[in-house]
């Protein structure tokens, strides 16, 4: 899985290098990337049987997915729980963010 963590952070690190000032700026998107790829990770449901090899190339295909959820959660710092939010006219309201897993399909438990 560190192939695909480095690789996201690389690219994230490329399209938020406006925002990321410091270390712990980078050290906050490597959690969120980490985190992502357990979200879907889960939602994915593998089982005990998965070698690490088929689980990392499965991941591979939800790259997408993971990039946009850290997008989303990068954009959020600050406004974790947010319900709504208004400024000089300026109103703010956000995709539930449960839809970015709409591709992510979990395997079937055959008993």
């Not at 969120?32 to 879907?40: F, G, H, L, P, Q």
């Not at 449901?45 to 997915?65: A, L």
């Not at 000089?88 to 399909?105: H, I, K, L």
Request: proline share 2%; hydrophobic share 35%.
């Amino acid at each position: 899985m560190d192939e695909l963590q480095d690789e996201l952070l690389k690219d994230l690190r490329i399209e938020l290098a406006d925002d990321l000032e410091d270390d712990l700026d980078v050290a906050n998107l490597s959690l969120k990337v980490k985190n992502a790829i357990r979200e879907v990770k889960m939602r994915r449901n593998y089982q005990k049987g998965c070698s690490r090899e088929f689980i990392e190339q499965d991941m591979y295909q939800f790259y997408s997915v993971v990039y946009n959820l850290v997008i989303y959660d990068w954009n959020k710092i600050g406004a974790e729980g947010e319900k709504s939010h208004s400024d000089s006219g300026t109103s703010r309201s956000y995709v539930d963010r449960e839809q970015y897993f709409a591709p992510v399909t979990p395997f079937a438990t055959v008993v």
